[in-house]
């Protein structure tokens, strides 16, 4: 009798099997890596956030651009980083209006590639057209009406973060506008770290624990760095 060249049903069923054990090994690396390259994506963003802030500022007599925090802009709309706001229709973002826009010309510049547009919590957001807010330290965290120079702040302090979307509350405070304070918090997209941009350019990796920290303390650092006051908020 001639031997059949095909696999039996056994055979098929150990391949299959083997084939599925190989790719459950690798799912954490191909996750890792991705969450890498996210990193990666995030850091250059924000250093073009950097090269935007610093050329706007260089244009403007050292003044930094409109921080787009709320309350401020409600009562004096004017150009933001990020946006304009419109009056006449309030809750609506246009990022082709933000002074970022003539340096930057790419939407997808603004959002984190792990920040999932498609998401209905997404949907729950009142600003969907970036993922990223500046330190409201350049307004004193709502306490200048208008921005104070790159000079006043501290080079080595946070300039830009990706924002918290944990809860129903956090979507809808935290995406109200272009800028937060540090206690609004930072993203847990990217497990123990988050990107961060600086004043002085540059974008680096903060440890989430090293954030809660300089949230926690009584004197001026990285995150709380505005200028006018001791404790830098």
Request: aromatic fraction near 12%; proline fraction near 6%; charge should be neutral.
């Amino acid at each position: 009798m001639k031997r059949s060249g095909a696999f039996t049903l056994i055979e098929l069923l150990v391949v299959i099997a083997i084939i599925a054990i190989l790719a459950a090994m690798l799912m954490p690396a191909l996750a890792k890596a991705k969450q890498s390259a996210y990193k990666i994506t995030d850091l250059n963003n924000l250093k073009e956030f950097g090269v935007a802030l610093n050329l706007y500022s260089s244009d403007n007599n050292d003044r930094l651009p409109f921080s787009n925090w709320a309350s401020l802009e409600r009562a004096n709309p004017s150009q933001g980083w990020l946006y304009t706001y419109d009056v006449k229709t309030p809750g609506q973002f246009n990022v082709e209006t933000g002074s970022f826009w003539p340096v930057l010309r790419t939407p997808r510049m603004y959002f984190c590639p792990s920040d999932n547009t498609n998401s209905p919590q997404f949907l729950q957001r009142g600003q969907k057209i970036s993922s990223y807010v500046i330190n409201g330290a350049i307004c004193g965290y709502g306490a200048m009406a208008s921005p104070m120079k790159l000079s006043q702040i501290s080079p080595a302090g946070v300039s830009f973060w990706e924002c918290n979307d944990a809860d129903d509350y956090d979507r809808t405070h935290n995406f109200n506008d272009g800028a937060s304070s540090p206690d609004e918090n930072t993203s847990g997209r990217h497990g123990p770290v988050t990107p961060v941009g600086i004043f002085d350019g540059s974008a680096r990796i903060m440890r989430i624990n090293d954030w809660f920290a300089k949230l926690e303390a009584t004197t001026a650092n990285e995150l709380w760095c505005y200028p006018g006051s001791p404790y830098g908020r």
